[in-house]
Structures are given as C-alpha cells and as structure tokens.
C-alpha cells in the first residue's frame, strides 16, 4: 500500500508532530480539523540532488498561507529548515530527485466550526516522495489543455489542502483526455489545476496578476528572474479567453512540472501547434539553473 502511496519501495520515514517514523506508523485522529474540515494548508519544495530549490521562498508562502488562515507557526523557521535536512537525510532519496511535502492543520479538537480555543497544537506533517522531471517526449511535443470555469473558492492565494475545486477540475482533464485544464472566471484566466498559466505574444510573456484568484506559484518570481536574464519582458495584467486562444505560445509551470509548452486548447491548436522559441529559450535557461546546483558540490 505504501508503494503505492510514495511510489518508492518499503517504508519510507516521515515525520509527525515530533517525531520521525514510518509512513505506515504515522496516523492522525480522525477528528483533526485537516480531514474534518480541509482546515490547513501545504507547501511543495522540489528538491533536485538532495538540495532544496527556492526554498526560502517555498517557506516564506507557507508563512503567509498560515498567516492567512490565522493558524501559529507550528515551529521556529529555522528548525522547520532543519526539519527538511533531516527528512532528507533519512530519505533514500536524499542524493536523488525529491520532493519535500510539509502539511500544517489546525490540529485535533471536538468537531466544531469556530477555531478552538484555547487553540490545540497544530498537526504538522511532512514527507519526502520521488519526483520525476519532464521527459523528453513530453517537453518536446507539449501538452493539451480544455478550458473550463474556475468554479473555486476566493482565496485562491492560500495553498490550502482544500482542493476538491482543483480536484474536480483535474479530472475534467482526464475525463476528456488532456493533461490539464485552464481555467477562467467570468472570461479571466486564472490557472491551471496545480500550476501557473502563461502567455505569449509578440514575445512578452504575460500571467495574470497574483491577487487572491491565483496561487502565486513560487515560479512567478523565478520565471521573472528567467525572463530578465533573458531580455523578454514580463507582464502581469488581467489575460482575456481571447487573448489566450489567440496565444503564440502557452505555458504551464509548477514545482514539478517545471516548465512545458501547452500546444493545444479545446482541441484546437495554439498558434502553430508546436513549442515555440520563447518557451524553449526559458526551457533551457531554467534547466541551466537546475544543472547549476548538480555541479554546485
Ligand atoms: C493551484 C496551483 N497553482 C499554481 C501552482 C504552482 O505553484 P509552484 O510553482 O509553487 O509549484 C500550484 C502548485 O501546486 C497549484 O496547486
């Protein structure tokens, strides 16, 4: 059961709430406001050869998506740096591809709305588990996307482990066989299921604002960085649906998805229908950031 869980063989150690101990030893009751009420939020650090990428900003988000939902810090920054050194370093993915989950709810108490008062111990919860990178194939053909309504809540900023509005659109995907959705509210891009959308034309790259209807992919700051160093420019503005399917290039990034061209919307192509020479100049400038920390020994 665990394999299928991790995808990795045995039983890898993860911690909770203190200790450090097998996934299969490591429960939570069934009264905490994490399943209860999806009362909690999660961060996603992708970690390539044992070294954590963009880490600071990965805990800076979890800092405000704690802040947002008024849930204290369930420990010091420094000791939940420490806590991803140590989960790597009992990780038989500690040399490899990783990637290090961490959850935080508002911990176990009497099955009531309100926040508990005097507030319980947060539960915290982190994991490493495998991450493969973009094959090959897959970076070179591109994706497929339909688009769909944007049918989440208003604080699409918070990483919250709510996510049956992402869920439910994910397997909008699938059901109609696509890798992804893009979504629009009121005829607005907003994301994707589980990653940033971007859009190119005339060879600026334009997102939409980071404002509460968007998660702020810890990729907007790193893409702005690529686009600089690049000489594109970078702007973030409200993206009609028309100027999306007009797009000459479409992109999705995220942790682990990096960044890949989506090549075709609704069963129509985008532009030529092929990756085009922005995403591919980002491609290669976000791998040279990613071999740099390879050789980085
Ligand atoms: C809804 C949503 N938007 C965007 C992203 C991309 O964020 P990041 O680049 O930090 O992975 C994610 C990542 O999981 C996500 O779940």
Not at 81 to 100: A, G, I, K, P, T
Not at 144 to 173: M, T, Y
């Amino acid at each position: 059961m665990h394999e299928v869980i991790q995808g990795v063989q045995g039983d890898p150690t993860v911690y909770l709430n203190g200790q450090f101990l097998p996934l299969s030893k490591a429960t939570v009751s069934v009264l905490d406001r994490g399943f209860i009420f999806g009362d909690g939020i999660y961060e996603v650090v992708p970690v390539y050869w044992g070294r954590p990428f963009r880490m600071k900003e990965h805990l800076d988000r979890l800092e405000r998506s704690l802040a947002k939902i008024e849930l204290q810090q369930p420990m010091p920054r420094a000791q939940l740096e420490q806590l991803v050194f140590d989960l790597l370093e009992r990780s038989d993915l500690r040399d490899d591809l990783s990637m290090v989950y961490m959850q935080v709810t508002r911990g176990v108490a009497k099955r009531d709305h309100p926040f508990p008062v005097p507030a319980v111990k947060p539960t915290l919860f982190a994991m490493v588990a495998p991450f493969v990178r973009p094959t090959e194939a897959v970076r070179t053909q591109g994706l497929s996307a339909i688009s769909v309504p944007d049918e989440r809540w208003l604080h699409c900023d918070i990483k919250s482990v709510s996510l049956l509005g992402n869920v439910l659109a994910k397997q909008a995907a699938i059901r109609a066989g696509v890798d992804e959705v893009i979504q629009f509210r009121d005829g607005w891009l907003t994301e994707g299921s589980s990653c940033n959308i971007w859009v190119v034309h005339d060879g600026c790259v334009y997102a939409p604002p980071k404002n509460n209807l968007v998660l702020e992919g810890i990729r907007y700051g790193f893409l702005e960085e690529l686009c600089a160093a690049q000489g594109l420019s970078y702007v973030l503005e409200p993206i009609s649906r028309e100027q999306v399917v007009m797009a000459d290039e479409l992109m999705l990034t995220s942790a682990t998805r990096e960044v890949l061209p989506i090549v075709r919307l609704d069963d129509q192509p985008i532009a030529q229908g092929r990756p085009g020479p922005v995403y591919t100049r980002l491609r290669q400038a976000y791998d040279d950031r990613v071999l740099a920390l390879r050789r980085n020994d």
